[in-house]
């Protein structure tokens, strides 16, 4: 796929923030069904899994107490 030090990270958050933001607008609107299914979207997504993956890795590298 692609080298970690080459990975767009602004573009993966903006996607992973876009949907995030799909899924508040259907869960204000009450929209349950659209919410499950964006949300299975965004647990399978290939953006939010590297975020992650680099949040626990390197982000939360803090004072662990």
């Not at 602004?10 to 995030?20: D, N, Y």
Request: hydrophobic share 35%.
């Amino acid at each position: 796929m692609y080298k970690w030090n080459e990975i767009n990270w602004r573009k993966l958050e903006r996607r992973v923030f876009k949907l995030q933001k799909r899924i508040y607008r259907a869960s204000r609107c009450g929209n349950v069904k659209l919410v499950r299914r964006l949300q299975k979207l965004l647990t399978k997504s290939y953006s939010a899994k590297v975020i992650a993956v680099r949040r626990v890795t390197q982000d939360n590298q803090g004072s662990a107490t």
